[in-house]
C-alpha cells in the first residue's frame, strides 16, 4: 500500500517560455510515424530478420525500404550505437539502397564494411570515431573498390581514425577523384598525405583539424578551387607566421578559414592575419577562437573590410564584447559575452571539448539567475553532454548549466523529451564517475523537480540506486531531506521486481531511514525531512517482503510504536506508520511479528479513531492478522473475538466508500485483498476489503478496474455474490465494484477471455 505525496502548488505565475522557437516546437510535438517505426525497428531488429549462416542479420524478403528511409535506419542504428559485425548485414545486397551512410563509433571489420557498404551509390560517409580494427586505408581501398563511388562520392568524414594499421606511408586517396569534401581531424596524418588529398581534382573544403601536418604549401595545389579550410590546433605546425599566410593569401578563393585554437597551442597567426588587408577577399566565416592577443577592434576593422561576412569565431578569447560583435545583426558570432555568442558556439563546437568546456562555464554565469524558460539552450547543453560522455569537466559544468535552466520552476515550461534526455544523460555521468560528489549532487538537485520526478520517462531503477547510495554515504542534512524526499515518490514508481533486486542497498537504506525516524522522535521534532522519512519507508515496503523484513530486523516495530505514543494526536504521522504497518501485515511470514499485545492494544484504540485514515490503516492491520485463523492468533482469543466485533461495527460507521481522504491511497496491484475475499469466515475482514477497493475503484476506475480484471480478481467478487451467507453490507459494496468494473468495461471493451458468469440458481 503507498501513498502519492501531496504537493502543495505554489502560488507563483509560470515563467516566460519562448513558444515559438524550433526547440519547443520540435521537443513538444509528438514524434513522427517514421520516427516511432524506426524506433521500434531498431529495438527489436531480430525479429524483423532472418540470419545468414555466418550469423549476420537480413531483413526478410518482404521487408523493403525506400533510400531516404534506409538512411535514416543506418543513422537511428548509429546514434544508439547498434552497428556492429552482425547488425551491418542488413544493408548488404540490394534490398536496401544507401546515398547517405552515417556510421559513426561503428564496431565493424573491414571486410563488414566492405560486404555491408562498399555496393551502395553513395555521395556522403561519416565514418567518425569507428572501433580501431578498421583503418582510413580499409576504408578509402573499401570504397575504390567501387567505380561509381570512386567518381561520385562527394563527402567523407574520417575523423578520430588510424590511417593504416600496417603501413603508416600507405597512400589511397587519389581513388576519390569525385570527393569535393574531405575531414580527417584528430589523425596522424602527415605531409605527404596532404600533398596527395590536395591533388583531387574536386576538392572543395578540407579539415585537417589537430593532425600532424607541419606544412601547409601543398594546398596550393588546390588554391584556385578549394573554399573552405579548417584548421584548428595545427599544433605540429613549424611554418613561419609570415610563410603561413603567404600561403593563406594565394587561397584567394576561400570562403571559410579555421584557424582557431585551444589556447595551449600559442600561435599570432590569427592576429597578424586581421591586420592584412590584401587578403582573403572573398571570405564569409572566420573562426579565430580560443587565440590570444585578439581585440574588437582588430576584428571589427577586418570584418568591415569584407562586408559579405557573416561569421566569426571568438570563443575563449578577449574580444566579442563591443555592440557590433554581439552576434545580434546579420553577423554571427560565437564568443562567451551574452547568451547569443554562447548558444553560437555550442552550435558550432559541440564535437570540440574544450570549446564545450569553455562555452559551458560562460553559460552556467549566464544562467545563474535565469528567469525565462530556454528548451533551445537546454538542447545544446544535451547535444555537448553527449558527445563528450567521458569528460569530467564536460560533464561537470553540463549538469550545473542544466541545473540552472530547469531550477525555481523553469522546468514546467521544459518539454518532457528534453527533460528526459538531460536526466538520462546525467545519470550516465554519474555512472562513469561514481566519485564525483558535486556531479552526483548536482544530479540530485535535478532530481528534486517534482514535475520531473511525476511527468518525465527515465531510469527510475538507476535514479533509487543513486539516491540510496548518496543517502547511506552522506549526512549534510539539507541534501539528506531532499534524498528522502526524491527515495519517498520514485520508490512509487519501481516494480516489484525491481524493488527486490535492490535487496542489499535497502538493508542499508532502512537502516539509515530509521535512524532518521529515531533522531526526530528522540528530538520530538516534526519537520519535512521527518515526514518524507516516514512517507519513503511506507512506499519502499508497498509489496516488498524483503523490505519489510529488513524494517522488522532493524527494530522498526518498536520504534514505530515510540513513534505513536511521542505523536498521540498527530494524524498525518500516524497514518503514515499505519500505512507501513499494513505493508508488513500483508506478508504472511512476517504476520507473527506483529502479535504483541502493546501493538494490538494501540490499534485497538487507533481502530477507533475520529479521523477516517487512521482508522482505516488500523483496521487494514487488523483486518490482514485476523484473516490467517484462529490457529495463527497467538494472543488472547478473547481479545480476537473482541477485535472481530470491533472490526466489523467501526467500518459500519465509515462514510461510503467515496468519500475523500487526506492520504491518497494507490497500490501497485489488488492482489493482496484477493485473500482478505475470500475470508468468508470473518466478515470484518471482507468488509475492510472490499470498502478499500470500492474507494480506488470508484476514484480512478481506468487504473483500478483495468487492474482488476487483468489479474483475475473479479471471480472473487463474483464468488462472494454468489454466496447465500455473505454480509449485507459486504454484499452492498461488492456489487458496487461490480458495477464499476461493469461500466468500466463498457467503455473500454470486456476482454475476450472474460465471461460473465452465471449466477448460481438456489431452487
Known amino acids: 500500500m503507498v501513498r502519492f505525496l501531496h504537493v502543495q502548488s505554489r502560488q507563483r505565475p509560470p515563467p516566460p517560455i519562448c513558444s515559438d522557437c524550433p526547440a519547443v516546437q520540435a521537443e513538444a510535438s509528438p514524434y513522427s510515424l517514421l520516427d516511432i517505426s524506426l524506433k521500434a525497428l531498431t529495438a527489436d531488429l531480430e525479429k524483423f530478420c532472418t540470419e545468414r549462416q555466418d550469423g549476420t542479420l537480413c531483413l526478410k524478403e518482404s521487408e523493403r525500404l525506400p533510400q531516404?528511409?534506409?538512411?535514416?535506419?543506418?543513422?537511428?542504428?548509429?546514434?544508439?550505437?547498434?552497428?556492429?559485425?552482425?547488425?551491418?548485414?542488413?544493408?548488404?545486397?540490394?534490398?536496401?539502397?544507401?546515398?547517405?551512410?552515417?556510421?559513426?563509433k561503428a564496431k565493424i571489420s573491414a571486410l563488414s564494411f566492405r560486404k555491408a557498404f562498399c555496393h551502395h551509390k553513395l555521395i556522403e560517409l561519416d565514418a567518425t570515431g569507428m572501433n580501431a580494427d578498421i583503418s582510413i586505408a580499409d576504408i578509402v581501398s573499401g570504397l575504390g573498390s567501387n567505380k561509381w563511388i570512386q567518381q561520385n562520392l562527394q563527402c567523407l568524414v574520417l575523423d578520430s581514425l588510424r590511417l593504416s594499421l600496417t603501413n603508416p606511408y600507405e597512400r589511397c586517396f587519389n581513388q576519390l577523384s569525385g570527393l569535393r569534401a574531405l575531414s580527417i581531424t584528430n589523425v596522424r596524418f602527415h605531409n605527404e598525405d596532404l600533398v596527395e588529398i590536395a591533388s583531387l581534382p574536386r576538392l572543395e573544403s578540407l579539415d585537417i583539424s589537430n593532425t600532424s601536418v607541419t606544412d601547409i604549401t601543398p594546398l596550393l595545389a588546390c588554391k584556385d578551387r578549394l573554399k573552405s579550410l579548417s584548421m584548428h590546433y595545427l599544433k605540429c605546425l613549424t611554418m613561419t607566421t609570415p610563410q603561413v599566410l603567404d600561403v593563406i593569401r594565394q587561397l584567394k578563393y576561400l570562403n571559410h578559414l579555421d584557424i582557431s585554437d585551444d589556447q595551449q597551442f600559442t600561435s599570432d597567426i590569427p592576429v597578424s592575419l586581421l591586420e592584412q588587408k590584401d587578403i582573403l577577399p572573398h571570405l564569409v566565416s572566420l573562426d579565430i577562437s580560443g587565440s590570444k592577443y585578439i581585440t574588437d577592434e582588430a576584428v571589427e576593422a577586418f570584418v568591415k573590410q569584407r562586408p559579405a561576412m557573416q561569421f566569426v569565431g571568438l570563443l575563449a578569447t578577449d574580444a566579442g564584447y563591443s555592440e557590433f560583435l554581439s552576434g545580434e545583426g546579420n553577423l554571427k558570432v560565437s564568443g562567451g559575452a551574452n547568451e547569443i555568442q554562447i548558444s553560437e558556439a555550442l552550435k558550432r563546437y559541440s564535437e570540440r571539448s574544450y570549446f564545450v568546456k569553455e562555452a559551458f562555464f560562460r553559460l552556467f554565469t549566464q544562467t545563474c539567475f535565469m528567469?525565462?524558460?530556454?528548451?533551445?539552450?537546454?538542447?545544446?547543453v544535451i547535444v555537448g553532454m553527449r558527445n563528450h560522455p567521458l569528460d569530467l569537466a564536460v560533464q561537470l559544468t553540463a549538469s550545473a548549466c542544466s541545473l540552472n535552466l530547469t531550477r525555481q520552476g523553469l522546468s514546467a515550461g521544459m518539454p518532457v523529451r528534453l527533460l528526459s534526455d538531460v536526466i538520462h544523460l546525467l545519470l550516465k555521468a554519474v555512472e562513469n564517475f561514481p566519485e564525483q560528489q558535486q556531479l552526483q549532487k548536482n544530479c540530485l538537485l535535478?532530481?528534486?523537480?517534482?514535475?520531473?520526478l511525476q511527468d518525465v520517462p527515465f531510469n527510475r531503477f538507476e535514479a533509487v540506486k543513486l539516491v540510496m547510495q548518496w543517502l547511506c554515504n552522506h549526512e549534510n542534512q539539507n541534501m539528506q531531506r531532499m534524498a528522502v524526499n526524491i527515495s519517498s515518490i520514485l520508490a512509487l514508481k519501481l516494480s516489484s521486481e525491481q524493488t527486490a533486486q535492490l535487496s542489499a542497498e535497502?538493508?542499508?537504506?532502512?537502516?539509515?531511514?530509521?535512524?532518521?525516524?529515531?533522531?526526530?522522535?528522540?528530538?520530538?521534532?516534526?519537520?519535512?525531512?521527518?515526514?518524507f522519512?516516514?512517507?519513503?519507508?511506507?512506499?519502499?515496503t508497498d509489496e516488498s517482503a524483503t523490505t519489510c523484513r529488513h524494517f522488522i530486523d532493524n527494530q522498526g516495530l518498536e520504534l514505530f510504536m515510540r513513534v505513536l505514543e511521542c505523536f498521540p494526536s498527530d494524524s498525518a504521522i500516524q497514518h503514515k506508520v499505519l500505512g507501513l504497518l499494513n505493508n508488513v501485515a500483508e506478508v504472511r511470514e512476517l504476520q507473527s511479528k506483529l502479535m504483541w499485545k502493546d501493538f494490538i492494544d494501540c490499534l485497538s484504540e487507533l481502530l477507533c479513531s475520529a479521523e477516517i485514515e487512521v482508522s482505516f490503516f488500523s483496521a487494514g492491520i487488523?483486518?490482514?492478522l485476523l484473516s490467517r485463523g484462529e490457529q495463527a492468533w497467538t494472543l488472547s482469543q478473547t481479545q480476537r473475538k473482541s477485535l472481530i466485533e470491533q472490526?466489523?461495527?467501526?467500518?459500519?460507521?465509515?462514510?461510503?466508500?467515496?468519500?475523500?481522504?487526506v492520504a491518497l491511497v494507490a497500490y501497485r496491484s489488488l492482489n493482496p485483498f484477493y485473500p482478505l475475499l475470500d475470508c468468508f469466515t470473518i466478515s470484518g475482514v471482507q468488509l475492510w476489503a472490499v470498502w478499500a477497493m470500492q474507494h480506488v475503484c470508484c476514484k480512478t476506475p481506468a487504473r483500478y478496474?483495468?487492474?482488476?480484471?487483468?489479474?483475475?480478481?473479479?471471480?472473487?467478487?463474483?464468488?462472494?455474490?454468489?454466496?447465500?451467507?455473505?454480509d449485507p453490507a459486504v454484499l452492498q459494496i461488492n456489487n458496487e465494484i461490480l458495477d464499476t468494473a461493469e461500466t468500466h468495461m463498457m467503455y473500454y471493451g470486456r476482454p475476450k477471455y472474460l465471461k460473465k458468469p452465471q449466477t448460481k440458481s438456489n431452487g
Open 506 to 531: 535497502l538493508y542499508i537504506v532502512v537502516g539509515e531511514l530509521l535512524e532518521i525516524v529515531e533522531q526526530k522522535t528522540n528530538l520530538n521534532e516534526v519537520d519535512t525531512t521527518f515526514m
Open 68 to 104: 531516404e528511409v534506409a538512411d535514416r535506419l543506418l543513422q537511428t542504428m548509429a546514434f544508439h550505437e547498434l552497428l556492429n559485425d552482425g547488425t551491418v548485414g542488413i544493408f548488404r545486397g540490394n534490398q536496401i539502397r544507401l546515398k547517405q551512410a552515417c556510421i559513426r
Open 371 to 380: 528567469r525565462i524558460t530556454k528548451p533551445e539552450i537546454l538542447k545544446l
Open 446 to 452: 535535478l532530481l528534486s523537480s517534482v514535475r520531473i
Open 705 to 726: 478496474c483495468s487492474m482488476l480484471i487483468e489479474e483475475g480478481g473479479l471471480q472473487h467478487l463474483y464468488d462472494i455474490k454468489e454466496n447465500n451467507q455473505t
Open 622 to 624: 487488523i483486518a490482514n
Open 533 to 540: 522519512t516516514l512517507s519513503a519507508l511506507w512506499n519502499l
Open 647 to 661: 472490526l466489523h461495527s467501526t467500518i459500519l460507521k465509515w462514510p461510503t466508500p467515496k468519500c475523500k481522504m
